[in-house]
Nanobody
Framework: QVQLVESGGGLVQAGDSLRLSCAAS????????VGWFRQAPGKEREFVAA????????YNDDSVKGRFTISRDNAKNTVYLQMNSLKPEDTAVYYC??????????????WGKGTLVTVSS
């Protein structure tokens, strides 16, 4: 089992920045690709970004390219999502996810409970 706990969400204005963190515990963190999904009100959960086990490769949805940066610190068992130039359409619950087999998180083995990001216009 891997437990994932997100933090860092909140209410910000359009154009602001926010950094989300996801702390992992349980099995060896570096054995998993990790990343972020989000779910806006009334919409399906969607992929945001992922980072490979070593941190050497990252993957981002087109909607966040150039604005969001994912990174991980395997020594701290933590993955981060730096979000810049936030837009109202980024408003969503952001979920941390981990996969033992898919570097792009096509198959997710573990989910966090989510943290709410609200971007006001």
């Amino acid at each position: 089992q891997v437990q994932l706990v997100e933090s860092g969400g909140g209410l910000v204005q359009a154009g602001d920045s926010l950094r989300l963190s996801c702390a992992a515990s349980g099995r060896t963190f570096s054995n998993y690709a990790v990343g972020w999904f989000r779910q806006a009100p009334g919409k399906e959960r969607e992929f945001v970004a992922a980072v490979s086990r070593s941190g050497g490769s990252t993957y981002n949805d087109d909607s966040v390219k150039g604005r969001f940066t994912i990174s991980r610190d395997n020594a701290k068992n933590t993955v981060y999502l730096q979000m810049n130039s936030l837009k109202p359409e980024d408003t969503a619950v952001y979920y941390c996810a981990a996969s033992g087999n898919s570097r792009t998180l096509r198959v997710v083995d573990y989910w966090g409970k989510g943290t709410l990001v609200t971007v006001s216009s």
